[in-house]
């Protein structure tokens, strides 16, 4: 039997065999191995690969939660395991959370192959370790054909933000200045390039990528950090309009400073997108305390997630909550939100 | 293609561009971009700032999706809502509001409405699905509307009998007539769309200065382009010699794309069309000729819409024409918003609301 059957969701022999077999040989995680009903932890217990950490004093606790129901499964740079554990660990690295603990909750559709499924879980085992964190908590449901698109994974994460650190979309300050982890756009235009209807040839991949250790780096470089935020859905150009909506302040950036790729170039020019709100899901940008600009971008660049980070523009005091760009050419325009989803266009 | 992308958008150049155009431009000059990707093209790249304060910029009806008529549209979403009937359509029209509905709506209810960049698309659709008619939504101009005959003559040549049309393109020429005979605002200059007139040829302008005494510039989309096209138009106005100059010479000659043009009537013919914001204009429109009457949707199916609606207080039409801006719209921004539109004019990619509203923030 190669595929998910009904069976595999009722909680019977076949779940226990299927969370044994396929599942604990990837989530090795002693909590989730005692297979008790929650997981029960203690943040004292480092991982091998963990930095140092002061739990003592640490009060907080950071906690998210996401799905992913990404198209098609497996796309140029990643897949939908890929995509959960460094979706999450990244929401939680941009409060300044050190991420500990993921859970990790699959709905499979009837039918689907188990080869499939093994894929996507070693995957995450993969990332889990990259980011090192833990999978201590799962749960699979199975649905009839046609309930759900073949997998969906929804996850939660926790982490514990050391003392001191206020990391928010609120705190960006006039003065202070923006930065990106790099070039923008890879990940929606790689997985749109393999969806179905919309085959073009191209080299891009998709930037997926637990960015902890990245932030990490950051906040040992300057303890000025005051907004951090992963463009996912709606772009680098719906970010920056949170921020700047969120901390009530002008943001204005330039066009020629901010980093895009050849190819997303041309697809988006192709097909009447634009990089500012395509997704991207192994950046960053930050915004910063302008004399630590220098040494945050001196860190960043030394790390391979974010060799191309820029300085992409500023926090101004006024207009408050909106976006300026000032074009290649010299002009200005407003970056709106992205209005619904992204179409394209007819001539 | 980075080559068209870098050299195009030189800010050295454009500030050279600017700074010819200042010193050009004397007199007050009313232009008009016909093309909504050139209204798109302006605002993105921010040229309106960079003009002096003697030329006005106008946005002209050449958006495909802003002048389909309601009762167009109507008909399309009422096919779509047909049983076994797949619809398929470029991207733009799904959200466009119909008199009481849209395409996204429909596709939401049930009906089977699908998203294509080309009728190549749609044609691969009915080979695949042939046992369901499969209708493609040809709104367009000149631009799009060979394609569109290609894929009919595609489904002639192989015996594809379950691929429909339906023609719903427009020409820009007479439209552009139109709006002059309609004298409602004062125009110095146009410039000219540059893909329409890469298929019609520049020589399809000669009639703006022979009979109403304009200029007319054909130019490209890229920033470097439209101030080129800019510069020309203004030069031609202050020395008062209209004529037709075609300044995007690497993609339109005088006499077009002949093979294209070729295809066109080969599969339609001219008739009148309607258009939203300019009513019925003659010999605007496409219609299907008789040889290939059996992929015209209008012939295949009767539906029937219902009474046609339209939005109240909704200015697309006048904006359409140049005779208002967006923002001479009481809709506009308060009721009317990308997110919750009540024209096409806020829901096309090259709706000159949305453009507007995107790019202009509260300064414009």
Redesign the interface.
Known sequence: MNRILLAHGSGGRLSHDLICDLFLPHFTAPALARLDDAAVVEPGEALPTKRQLEFTDSRRLAFTTDSYVVKPLFFNGGDIGRLAVCGTVNDLAMVGATPLYLSAGFIIEEGLELDVLREVVASMRASAQEAAVEIVAGDTKVVEKGGADQLFISTAGLGIVPDGIEISASNARPGDVVIVSGAIGDHGIAVLSERE??AFKTELESDVAPLNHLVADMMQASSHIHVLRDPTRGGLGTSLNEIAQQSQVGIAIEE?RIPVR?GV??AC?M??YDPLYVANEGKLVAVIDREDADQILEAMRAHPYAEEAAIIGEVTAE?KG?V???????????V?ML??EI????? | MMKYLDEFRDPALAAALVDKIRRRSTRPVRLMEFCGTHTVSIFKHGIRQLLPPTIEMLSGPGCPVCVTANADLDWAIALASEPDVILTTFGDMLRVPGSRSSLEKAKAEGADVRVVYSTLDALQIARDNPDHPVVFLGIGFETTAPTIAASILQADAEGVSNYYVFPAHKLTPPATRAILDAGESRLDGIIGPGHVTTVIGSQAWEFLPRDYGLSCVIAGFEPLDILQGIYTLVDRIESGDPQVDNVYSRSVRPEGNQVALEHMYRVFDVCAADWRGLGTVPASGLKVRAPFRHFDARERFQVDPGPVVEPQGCLCGEVIRGVRTPPECKLYRKVCTPHRPVGPCMVSSEGACAAYYLYAGEQD
Do not use: N
């Open positions: 209807g919309l020629h050849d170039r041309a020019e097909l009447g207009p909106k300026l760009l000032r074009t290649g050419i010299g002009g200005t325009r407003v709106d209005a619904g179409l394209p266009r007819i001539c």
